[in-house]
Nanobody
Framework: QVQLVESGGGLVQVGGSLRLSCAAS????????MGWYRQAPGKQRELVAVISSAGSTSYADSVKGRLTISRDNAKNTVDLQMNSLKPEDTAVYYCNADLLTTRFPSTVHRYWGQGTQVTVAS
């Protein structure tokens, strides 16, 4: 079994900062890409940022220059540093990981965390 557990969400004022963390655990053989998505009320889930196992990153245009994704391959963790937060950043944030399990070491599966709420108050 594989679990992704997020932490670090909360309430912050406009212009403030938060750091989200996500830890993957369980029967993991290796992890390819890891990413953060978000879903605001009444909207579809959207990609925020993604990072490859080699450290290459990609961001949604709306967060470039404000949010930074990073990972620690030894710890199977991915973080999202969020600065200069805006009310439109309010959403539930989900981490995900494309990984190989020890049971199926040749098949990539995507796993999701349970989500963490980020609220930016104006």
């Amino acid at each position: 079994q594989v679990q992704l557990v997020e932490s670090g969400g909360g309430l912050v004022q406009v212009g403030g900062s938060l750091r989200l963390s996500c830890a993957a655990s369980g029967s993991i053989f290796s992890i390819n890409a890891m990413g953060w998505y978000r879903q605001a009320p009444g909207k579809q889930r959207e990609l925020v940022a993604v990072i490859s196992s080699a450290g290459s990153t990609s961001y949604a245009d709306s967060v470039k220059g404000r949010l930074t994704i990073s990972r620690d391959n030894a710890k199977n963790t991915v973080d999202l540093q969020m600065n200069s937060l805006k009310p439109e950043d309010t959403a539930v944030y989900y981490c995900n990981a494309d990984l190989l399990t020890t049971r199926f070491p040749s098949t990539v599966h995507r796993y999701w965390g349970q989500g963490t709420q980020v609220t930016v108050a104006s």
